[in-house]
C-alpha cells in the first residue's frame, strides 16, 4: 500500500505532538522545601551519673531477742508505730526466775553466815598462836577456812547477780527509739528457745536511711577519688566528715526520685574474689518517713563532670551497621548526614564526643523524609530535656 507525501507529514507532526506532550507531563514538579523541626545542638558542662541497685535499711535495725526462756504473757505496743527507748514491749512469764532469785538470795545469806564463823574462829586463833597457845597450822587452817568462806559469799553473790539479770530478762524494753514492726510471737507462746520464736520483733531507727549497693573496681577506683578518705590515717574523723558531698540521688521503684540527697557513708574493706565488686553504704535523710526497711532503689551516683559537652536530644541519632550519624543543616538549608562518636546516653540525650558542633541545627523530627543533599525549611524548636536543667 503507499502512502502519499501529504499523510507522511501529518503522521510526523502528529508524533511529535504526542512526545512533546508525553515529556511534558513526566517532567519533574517543582514545589516548596519541606517544613523539618530542628534543634541547636546545646554546650553545657554535664555531670555524668551511673545508677545502681540498692537496698535500703533503718540506719539501726535492731533485733528484738528473747534473752529468757517462758511463755509469752504480754504484749505491750501496737504493731507498725514508733516506740520510745526503753519503752516495755513484751513481759515473759516471771515466776521461775522469780524463785530462783530467791534461791540464791538464800545462798548468799547462808555464806554470809559461814563467813562469820570463819572469821570469828580466826579471830580466837590469832592470840592463842601468839602466846603458843595453839600450833601455826590450825592458825593456817583458819585463815584458810575464812578465806574460803569469803570466796564463797563472792561467788553466792554472782549467782543472785546472774539470777537478778535473767529475772530482767522477763522484761523485754525498746533499746533505742524507732519504729517497730510485727511482732513474731503472741501472748501463751512458749518463746527464748528454738524452734520457738526467738527473735520476736525488730525496731528501726528511720530518720535516716542506710542504702547499700555494689561497685566495680574501676568504679570503686573512680568513686574513691571523688569520696576522698585523706585524713583516716592520722584518725581526723573531722576532715573525713567534711569531704562528704551530697552528690547521691535515690530512684525509688515508681520512677520518681526521692527529695533528699544522700552521701556515701563508707566503701567496704576489700574487694570480693567472687563477684569482684565492693560494698558502699550511703545514708539519706528520711525525715518525712517515706523510706522503709527493705525497699529497692536504684542509687544515681555523680561520677565526674563532662565539660563543655555537647548534647543532643537521642532521637536526633540514627545507627546504621554500628555507625552513627545525624541529618546537619548546612548552607542554604541542604541536609547533610554526619558521622558522630557518641558518648554518654543522659536519660533522653546524647552527649557527642567527636563530630559536632555547639549551635549547629540538627534535624529533629522527620527523620525518616529527609535524605542528604535534600534541601529543607527548617523550624527551629527549643527542646526540654526531662532529665537535666536546661
Known sequence: MKINYYSQISIVLLGGFLFLTSCKEKGPVTGPAPEIQVIKAIKKDVPLKRDFVGQIYGFQDIPIRARAEGYLEGVHFEEGFAVKKGQLLYTIDAQPYIEAVASKESNVAEAQTYLVNAENELARYKPLAEINAVSKSDLDAAQASRDAAEASLEAANANLRMAEINLSY?????????????????????????????ILNVVSDINKMRVEFFLT?????????????????????????????????????????????GHVEFLGRAIDANTGSILVQASFDNKKGLLRPGMYAKVRVEFEVAEDAILVPEKCVTELQGQYSVFVVEADNVVKSRQVKLGEALGDLRLISEGLEENEIVVIDGLQKVASGMVISPVVIEFESQTIDN
Open 170 to 198: 522477763t522484761k523485754i524494753l525498746a533499746p533505742i527509739n524507732g519504729l517497730i514492726g510485727k511482732t513474731e510471737a503472741r501472748t501463751g507462746e512458749f518463746v527464748g528457745r528454738e524452734p520457738n520464736p526467738v
Open 217 to 261: 573496681e574501676a568504679e570503686y577506683l573512680t568513686l574513691a577519688r571523688e569520696f576522698d578518705q585523706t585524713g583516716a590515717e592520722d584518725g581526723s574523723r573531722e576532715r573525713i566528715k567534711s569531704n562528704k558531698k551530697n552528690n547521691l540521688q535515690l530512684i525509688l521503684a515508681d520512677g520518681s526520685i526521692y527529695e533528699e540527697k
